[in-house]
């Protein structure tokens, strides 16, 4: 350790080696076979389960859970898979919160919800870990199909049209495939190497060469892609971010929060990664929260989120704020940046107070300055590139039932797809549901 | 996905899972939704003579104990027999058959103890389409109070005599469904078999009071404060069940006979133990009526794993474990074990000391830092630690070597197995060796 969380400046090693390991290890410890068995027993097997409805992907929990109950983690990670693919991942990343786990019936009985993500993760890990695919493909249908984007959109579109029996393509810009899963997830949520072994693992069905470093706009053109394959997919996310339009935001030291995160994601060395010591974020949503956590567990010595709005219109659920929260993180709400403060590298931001006035808000005049020297900006993310031809809603590409854009035999999903929620389940439900769709289209 | 398609008598259901003759079965609509939710076959809702049709009580007809979280370990039920009347029940049944060729579709039935009865009815039956058709001999209230029911299955001749009768009178195959309400179930299950029938169905409902009420005294489910006795059953009743079952497989006469196991299967692995024990399938009645017909997914999913894992064919489980029941005389006295418990698993609770030196041996010694300790010149084996745990396998009993000196006889242990009919202390061992 050569540096402190009171070195100034952005700098790298504020915490031992070992301190930065123990804070970027599992978030939620995995459950033992005695603890799930214990969880599981919790589960009524309620009719028509209210936590089935608000699972994006519906997995069919109380029969997951009756499976792990009666020794048979196995069969349920299949009941997992067969409505969600990347269910390992969902049970680690999913704001279970706002979810699965707020619908349970516990929760309204007793506030104490079954403990749905974590027997996910029980189940599914075990069957990955054994390295069986439970799935095979279905005989060749001879169709082509190209998925751009290989993150959980696209992996989940690709993985169901490979089980029919196409051949896919899948194209990703990013030198890794995986999405924000390999580059966006928080540390603590994807530990050792999670977001890879299960692209890996997904792999195995067959059928589904993954081309990375090619980007459509740059290598690929829709054009080409409607031309040369038999239905194209879009799975492409929001690539671009919001500017700040404050003053001074080409200062040295302010950062764009999901840039900051894929460097964190794709370190070697944590201990080697720089962070300032007073860092200032600006945003509300999981991104936001996910920049601070992580900056605070680096060692910064202050970390402060910035909101413009009131804490119940914060994006980030109660629980992530807690989270935050019980690492240090300070929260101002109802306050805006109106000058980023410094001479060539940052020292500071002047925050005004807002408040809400119909549905705009504004500055209430009163203002105060937070030191920072490093300013990640989580303001949210837009589509990147916007694919010729295609009809664009709230600055996403408009999609109709499941996926069907304005352009015959281009479907698209996730988070670069108008409707749903931007979470992990959300994109492989979307993509999912659209490989489904895609399939009839092409064997109709 | 190990296949679990089943053969009963040359009744042929997609997998061994059959609801029983109880309200899951009373109507199309609910046999219907089985169905769809995957169930094997049913034992259609026990039907009896045309006529006015069965009352039954008003108020409440069941009453429940609980285990902790309240999840229901035993129902009890003073329901009478099908309440809808024949011709209703007929047509549906006929309807079902039709639109579900591939499901198993037997027709329970009770009538008067008089051949009369049965041959008006057994037509009927024939008429639907139906599978088979089960004898009620099982209900313990109400009906047998009538002459019917209990009142028969207690009574051997009678089961014999009313098996022949239906044998006589019908192409069908006959199923007797025996009461658990008589001293050996041999004795019933003898009589089904001397009197023609295809195969024994078992348990039905134990007579039972699952309560009382101590503000006003009366037995539950209460009647305008009074209470009669009802019929068991659910998980309480399967160790009572699978013994039947086994003394059925394994008894010389009616060793072979197809028995179809019931009595508080609630997962698959309750079924695949009364397959172990002998039986060609199984009925499920309480677990559906706790939560719903889709548990068959989770039946079907989990003995499919198991019989994948252990590499065997749904027949090569059945009654697997039927040569391995015996008699106490032939356990091996030399089969010596000690309890151990896993340290990194114990919660310190203290549960099996409690209950060790409170009511057994005083084996297990208590640390000041609560390290609870199996002693093994204490240690009897008698498993009550391994069954008060609260943590799975933490305390588990395991073989001594052969060799070694057990500490609290000690004894060397040996690894030739001797039972009590060679054992030096029974008078006639000695006998015998004289
Ligand atoms: C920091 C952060 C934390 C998050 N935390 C959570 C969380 O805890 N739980 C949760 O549920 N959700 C979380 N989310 C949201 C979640 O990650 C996304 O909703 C989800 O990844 C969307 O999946 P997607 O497949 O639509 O897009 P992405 O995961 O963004 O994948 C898109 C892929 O397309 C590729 N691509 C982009 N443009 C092109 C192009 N032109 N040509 C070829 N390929 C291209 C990209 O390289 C990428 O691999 C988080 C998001 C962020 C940013
Ligand atoms: C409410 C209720 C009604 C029943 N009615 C009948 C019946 O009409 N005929 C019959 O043969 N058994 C009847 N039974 C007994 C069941 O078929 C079954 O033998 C018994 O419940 C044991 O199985 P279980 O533990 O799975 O419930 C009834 C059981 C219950 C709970
Ligand atoms: S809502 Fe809760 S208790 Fe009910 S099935 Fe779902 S997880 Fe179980």
Redesign the interface.
Request: hydrophobic share 40%; net charge negative.
């Given at each position: 350790m050569t540096n402190s969380p009171f070195t100034p400046g952005i700098v790298p090693a504020r915490l031992d080696g070992r301190v930065l390991q123990e804070n970027f290890a599992d978030l939620h410890a995995p459950l033992d076979?005695?603890e799930a068995?214990v969880a599981a027993?919790?589960c009524y097997?309620c009719?028509d389960a209210p936590c089935i409805t608000a699972c994006p992907t519906t997995i069919d929990i109380?029969?997951f859970i009756?499976?792990i109950?009666?020794?048979?983690p196995?069969?349920a990670a299949?009941?997992i898979f067969d409505q969600n693919i990347l269910g390992g991942m969902c049970a680690r990343v999913c704001p279970t919160e706002t979810l699965c786990e707020q619908a349970c019936v516990r929760e309204a009985a007793e506030g104490k919800p079954v403990d749905i993500g974590r027997l996910q993760r029980y189940a599914t890990d075990r069957v990955m870990a054994a390295g069986v695919h439970p799935f095979s493909r279905a005989p060749q249908t001879g169709k082509r199909v190209a998925v751009v984007g290989a993150g959980p959109a696209g992996l989940a579109c690709a993985h169901r049209l490979a089980m029919k029996g196409h051949e896919i393509d899948l194209f990703d810009a990013r030198p890794k495939g995986g999405g924000l899963n390999e580059y966006g997830i928080a540390t603590y949520k994807a530990t050792d190497g999670f977001a890879g072994a299960e692209l890996d693992w997904l792999m195995q069905i067959g059928g589904i060469t993954l081309h990375t470093g090619r980007a459509l706009g740059r290598d690929l053109s829709l054009d080409g892609l409607c031309a040369d394959y038999d239905a194209v997919f879009l799975g492409m996310g929001l690539g671009g971010v919001n500017a700040l339009r404050t003053a001074g935001e080409d200062r040295a030291g302010v950062l764009d929060a999901v840039d900051f995160i894929a460097d964190l994601r794709q370190a070697d060395d944590l201990a080697r990664l720089p962070v300032g010591r007073n860092v200032v974020v600006i945003g509300g949503g999981m991104t936001a929260i996910d920049a601070a956590v992580q900056s605070k567990l680096l060692g910064a010595e202050s970390v402060t989120v910035l909101y413009r709005r009131d804490r119940a219109a914060m994006p980030a659920s109660r629980y992530e704020q807690d989270l935050a929260a019980s690492k240090g993180v300070r929260f101002v709400f109802n306050a805006m940046p109106i000058a980023i403060l410094g001479n060539g590298a940052v020292t500071g931001v002047t925050v005004e107070y807002t408040r809400a006035e119909g549905k705009s808000l504004i500055g209430t005049g009163e203002t105060f300055d937070i030191p920072a020297d490093q300013i990640l900006k989580a303001i949210g993310q837009t589509l990147a590139t916007t694919p010729e031809e295609l009809n664009i809603t709230g600055g996403k590409i408009a999609v109709t039932g499941p996926g069907r854009t304005s352009r015959k035999g281009v479907w698209a999903g996730g988070d670069c797809a108008s409707g749903g929620e931007d979470l992990t389940v959300t994109a492989v439900a979307e993509g999912r549901d659209a490989a489904e769709d895609m399939h009839d289209r092409l064997m109709g | 996905m190990a296949d679990l398609s089943s053969d009963f008598l040359g009744i042929k259901s997609p997998n061994p899972f059959w609801l029983a003759s109880a309200p899951p079965t009373d109507k199309a609509y609910n046999v219907v939704r089985a169905f769809e939710a995957g169930w094997g076959g049913v034992v259609w809702k026990t039907l009896g003579e045309a006529g006015p049709p069965i009352v039954n009580v008003n108020g409440p007809r069941y009453g429940a104990i609980w285990g902790a979280d309240r999840r229901l370990l035993g129902l009890n039920n003073i329901e009478l027999i099908t309440d809808r009347p024949l011709e209703v029940n007929l047509r549906e049944i006929k309807q079902v058959k039709r639109d579900w060729p591939d499901r198993a579709m037997i027709v329970s039935l009770m009538v008067p103890c008089e051949e009369q009865a049965w041959k008006a009815i057994l037509p009927l039956v024939e008429e639907t389409g139906a599978d088979g058709i089960e004898l009620n001999f099982g209900c313990p209230h109400g009906m047998s109070e009538r002459g019917m029911g209990a009142a028969v299955g207690q009574v051997p001749e009678y089961i014999e005599m009313v098996a022949r009768w239906c044998k006589q009178n019908t192409r069908m195959p006959v199923i007797v469904k025996l009461t658990p309400n008589i001293t050996d179930i041999r004795y019933p299950a003898r009589a089904a078999k001397k009197g023609g029938a295809d195969a024994v169905s078992l348990i039905n409902t134990i007579s039972s009071i699952i309560g009382v009420d101590l503000d006003d005294f009366s037995p539950q489910p209460s009647i305008d404060g009074k209470g009669s006795h009802g019929g068991y059953c659910g998980p309480a009743v399967k160790p009572i069940a699978l013994n039947m079952v086994a003394e059925i497989a394994r008894d010389a006469e009616t060793r072979g006979m197809p028995i179809s196991g019931i009595g508080g299967v609630t997962t698959w692995r309750d079924a695949a133990e009364f397959l172990a024990l002998g039986a060609g399938n199984v009925q499920v009645c309480t677990a559906a009526m706790t939560y719903g017909f889709k548990i068959v997914q989770e039946m079907i999913s989990g003995l499919s794993q198991y019989l994948d894992h252990h590499d065997m064919a749904l027949s090569d489980l059945i009654g697997r474990a039927v040569p391995n029941v015996t008699d106490w005389q032939y356990l091996n006295l030399n089969y010596v074990t000690k309890a151990r418990i896993d340290q990194d698993a114990c919660i310190k609770c203290g549960r099996c000391y409690a209950a060790c030196e409170d009511t057994s041996h005083q084996a297990i010694s208590m640390s000041p830092e609560r390290v609870f300790e199996v002693m093994d010149d204490e240690c009897v084996a008698c498993n009550l630690c391994v069954n008060v745990c609260p943590v799975d396998n933490c305390i588990t009993m395991e073989r001594m070597p052969a060799g070694a000196v057990d500490l609290r006889t000690g004894a060397v242990v040996t690894d030739v197995p001797a039972d009590w009919t060679t054992h030096p202390n029974n008078p006639a061992a000695r006998t015998a060796a004289e």
């Amino acid at each position: 350790m050569t540096n402190s969380p009171f070195t100034p400046g952005i700098v790298p090693a504020r915490l031992d080696g070992r301190v930065l390991q123990e804070n970027f290890a599992d978030l939620h410890a995995p459950l033992d076979a005695h603890e799930a068995l214990v969880a599981a027993d919790r589960c009524y097997f309620c009719h028509d389960a209210p936590c089935i409805t608000a699972c994006p992907t519906t997995i069919d929990i109380p029969l997951f859970i009756r499976q792990i109950a009666t020794g048979t983690p196995e069969a349920a990670a299949k009941t997992i898979f067969d409505q969600n693919i990347l269910g390992g991942m969902c049970a680690r990343v999913c704001p279970t919160e706002t979810l699965c786990e707020q619908a349970c019936v516990r929760e309204a009985a007793e506030g104490k919800p079954v403990d749905i993500g974590r027997l996910q993760r029980y189940a599914t890990d075990r069957v990955m870990a054994a390295g069986v695919h439970p799935f095979s493909r279905a005989p060749q249908t001879g169709k082509r199909v190209a998925v751009v984007g290989a993150g959980p959109a696209g992996l989940a579109c690709a993985h169901r049209l490979a089980m029919k029996g196409h051949e896919i393509d899948l194209f990703d810009a990013r030198p890794k495939g995986g999405g924000l899963n390999e580059y966006g997830i928080a540390t603590y949520k994807a530990t050792d190497g999670f977001a890879g072994a299960e692209l890996d693992w997904l792999m195995q069905i067959g059928g589904i060469t993954l081309h990375t470093g090619r980007a459509l706009g740059r290598d690929l053109s829709l054009d080409g892609l409607c031309a040369d394959y038999d239905a194209v997919f879009l799975g492409m996310g929001l690539g671009g971010v919001n500017a700040l339009r404050t003053a001074g935001e080409d200062r040295a030291g302010v950062l764009d929060a999901v840039d900051f995160i894929a460097d964190l994601r794709q370190a070697d060395d944590l201990a080697r990664l720089p962070v300032g010591r007073n860092v200032v974020v600006i945003g509300g949503g999981m991104t936001a929260i996910d920049a601070a956590v992580q900056s605070k567990l680096l060692g910064a010595e202050s970390v402060t989120v910035l909101y413009r709005r009131d804490r119940a219109a914060m994006p980030a659920s109660r629980y992530e704020q807690d989270l935050a929260a019980s690492k240090g993180v300070r929260f101002v709400f109802n306050a805006m940046p109106i000058a980023i403060l410094g001479n060539g590298a940052v020292t500071g931001v002047t925050v005004e107070y807002t408040r809400a006035e119909g549905k705009s808000l504004i500055g209430t005049g009163e203002t105060f300055d937070i030191p920072a020297d490093q300013i990640l900006k989580a303001i949210g993310q837009t589509l990147a590139t916007t694919p010729e031809e295609l009809n664009i809603t709230g600055g996403k590409i408009a999609v109709t039932g499941p996926g069907r854009t304005s352009r015959k035999g281009v479907w698209a999903g996730g988070d670069c797809a108008s409707g749903g929620e931007d979470l992990t389940v959300t994109a492989v439900a979307e993509g999912r549901d659209a490989a489904e769709d895609m399939h009839d289209r092409l064997m109709g | 996905m190990a296949d679990l398609s089943s053969d009963f008598l040359g009744i042929k259901s997609p997998n061994p899972f059959w609801l029983a003759s109880a309200p899951p079965t009373d109507k199309a609509y609910n046999v219907v939704r089985a169905f769809e939710a995957g169930w094997g076959g049913v034992v259609w809702k026990t039907l009896g003579e045309a006529g006015p049709p069965i009352v039954n009580v008003n108020g409440p007809r069941y009453g429940a104990i609980w285990g902790a979280d309240r999840r229901l370990l035993g129902l009890n039920n003073i329901e009478l027999i099908t309440d809808r009347p024949l011709e209703v029940n007929l047509r549906e049944i006929k309807q079902v058959k039709r639109d579900w060729p591939d499901r198993a579709m037997i027709v329970s039935l009770m009538v008067p103890c008089e051949e009369q009865a049965w041959k008006a009815i057994l037509p009927l039956v024939e008429e639907t389409g139906a599978d088979g058709i089960e004898l009620n001999f099982g209900c313990p209230h109400g009906m047998s109070e009538r002459g019917m029911g209990a009142a028969v299955g207690q009574v051997p001749e009678y089961i014999e005599m009313v098996a022949r009768w239906c044998k006589q009178n019908t192409r069908m195959p006959v199923i007797v469904k025996l009461t658990p309400n008589i001293t050996d179930i041999r004795y019933p299950a003898r009589a089904a078999k001397k009197g023609g029938a295809d195969a024994v169905s078992l348990i039905n409902t134990i007579s039972s009071i699952i309560g009382v009420d101590l503000d006003d005294f009366s037995p539950q489910p209460s009647i305008d404060g009074k209470g009669s006795h009802g019929g068991y059953c659910g998980p309480a009743v399967k160790p009572i069940a699978l013994n039947m079952v086994a003394e059925i497989a394994r008894d010389a006469e009616t060793r072979g006979m197809p028995i179809s196991g019931i009595g508080g299967v609630t997962t698959w692995r309750d079924a695949a133990e009364f397959l172990a024990l002998g039986a060609g399938n199984v009925q499920v009645c309480t677990a559906a009526m706790t939560y719903g017909f889709k548990i068959v997914q989770e039946m079907i999913s989990g003995l499919s794993q198991y019989l994948d894992h252990h590499d065997m064919a749904l027949s090569d489980l059945i009654g697997r474990a039927v040569p391995n029941v015996t008699d106490w005389q032939y356990l091996n006295l030399n089969y010596v074990t000690k309890a151990r418990i896993d340290q990194d698993a114990c919660i310190k609770c203290g549960r099996c000391y409690a209950a060790c030196e409170d009511t057994s041996h005083q084996a297990i010694s208590m640390s000041p830092e609560r390290v609870f300790e199996v002693m093994d010149d204490e240690c009897v084996a008698c498993n009550l630690c391994v069954n008060v745990c609260p943590v799975d396998n933490c305390i588990t009993m395991e073989r001594m070597p052969a060799g070694a000196v057990d500490l609290r006889t000690g004894a060397v242990v040996t690894d030739v197995p001797a039972d009590w009919t060679t054992h030096p202390n029974n008078p006639a061992a000695r006998t015998a060796a004289e």
